[in-house]
């Protein structure tokens, strides 16, 4: 079985980039990292693609050749990555970005597309759907296990009230949620092997797009005005009068955590 | 050094790594005054830390010592010091003399189950009546045919409560001073090693520090490592990657306090302003961060001249030596800049402050540091 998985490179929460005053973007020049919510997708891919013959690429979208982030994929074990960078790209939103990734994904030929629900530094939420979409395959959002039977996958979708069993032919699109799986640390052989796996680097123009559909200038968004969140405020504190324990349950029921 | 995206992502694994799996527990052993060290070293082993620059032929990574730089520096960043160091015993401090000397089926038997995170290993060489002055041990190994009959006993052994074997510094002959020791691998299996007593010490709480006792311990003479009669020279060579991990450990330990510190300081308000707006509290942590600085880039110059196999001796002792003193220095203004928290047992400056201390007499004490110095510059009369 071929899986791709979809891998964000983003700068390190760490020491997040600033954004870009021209553009109102975030600033992604300089060493990305794998974005954390992808380290579920790549463990889960791996996974199913564990059997002979069976085979993990990356495809990741960014900014300088940079390839940073897809060696921690590559680390973890999956086998090759395309790698898609072109200043056409710069200021693409969701839908180019889902335009560029459903072009590059259909190269590989995949029996399976996995991705993140969302990334940690866009939070739209809207590209695996849109990439779907794009490649006329049916979507599965918001998997918490997805296991092969022949032809079509079985997964289970979480809902609010528990979850759904949703049985899909493939290929196929499927996110992921965070904790689906426990992500594997890449090793120090992983790491190395990592080094000399292949990446494939390709433009707008390798993928048959026309650049005037992408990044900026296909964008059909602007980002008109950023400004500041707004500070975090104090918490509520409840000072427990033998009520204690209710007042916090009514608390967590509010939030429908239980 | 130069850091590549291979270390980049080496530190980046480790730092996740230690967050999930050791992070969540500090404060449990610490109070438990020991951890679950098979649990953990086997949870740990799979990125490969435990045989960095070990053969591949028993599992080990085939590293350049570069990554035992990065590995130390971000067990520095564990946030006790007692953890850092049990499982710097396993990579540094009880195997290093195997890996070198060891026969093959010795390191198959021994080496590769500890690389593996399989087994917990300690070395044994400190004695009652022998700490600094190795040569003074007592410990004796009286060769019986094929075996070794081993009477002594041996303290502060780190992870003594809990190791599968030990490397076990004794006397095989009758020839003084610094000859006729062997190093010997003993499983503490054995009938006769026993665990006399379970040392409370300042610092370094989650670690278990055992003192053991040795009565007609028969193992076999194939269990020694290299050279029956060279143990005292190959513990020699041992130590050293001791000190070097010890001195890469506090790389990271002073960074990320001179971080924990300022970020305090910044925060906390006093007069009416930041603690941080004082001048005195920016030129002393200033002060340290440049002394810090000059210590990482020594770090690199260590691992240089280690990857060039060059003879370490020297930065091995000089960056031991600087670090713990550094490190104690850190923690001692860290403990006072936070004021009263500072003191507190719940605040890591309390912790750090304690566990700290031991640098700078474990692997070496500052002062056996500076009489080897003293020797190779000549200020020595000796």
Redesign the interface.
Known sequence: MNVVVCVKQIPDPVAPGALDPGTNTLNRSG?L?MDDSDNYGVEMALQLAGGEGDEVTLVSMAPGGET?GL??GL?MGAAKAILISDEALAGSDALGTAKVLAAAIARANPDLIVMATESTDGYTGTLPVQVAELMGLPSVTFAKAISIEGSTIKVERQTEAGFDEVVCPMPAVVTVTAGVVEP??????G??A??SKPVENLTVADLGLDASQVGSAGSGQEITDVSESEARGSGEIVVDEGDGAQRVVAFLEQLKVI | MLET??H???R??LR??FEREIEPHVNVWESARTFPAHDLFARLA????FG?EYDEAYGG?G?DHS?TLIAGEEMGRISCGGIPMAMAVQMSMATPALAQYGTAELKEAYLAPAIRGECVASIAVTEPDAGSDVAGIRTRGVRDGDQWIINGSKLYVTNGTQADWLCLLARTSDQPGYQGMSLIVVPTSTDGVVVSRKLEKLGMWSSDTAELSFTDVRVPVSNTIGEIGRGFQQQMVQFQAERLITFYKQVGSIELALARTKAYLAERQAFGKPLLANQHLQFVLAELSARHDMLKHYARTTADAVMRGEDATRYATIGKLMGSRLQREVADTAVQFHGGIGYMDEHWTSRFFRDTRLDSIGAGADEVMLRILARMDGYSTE
Request: charged residues 30%; positive net charge; without cysteine.
């Open positions: 060493k990292i940073s060696r921690t680390a594997r640390y890449p090793s120090f052989k790491i190395m990592a080094k | 995206d291979e980049r992502l080496f980046k694994t996740d790594l799979p990125v490969g830390i960095l990574m590293a990554f």
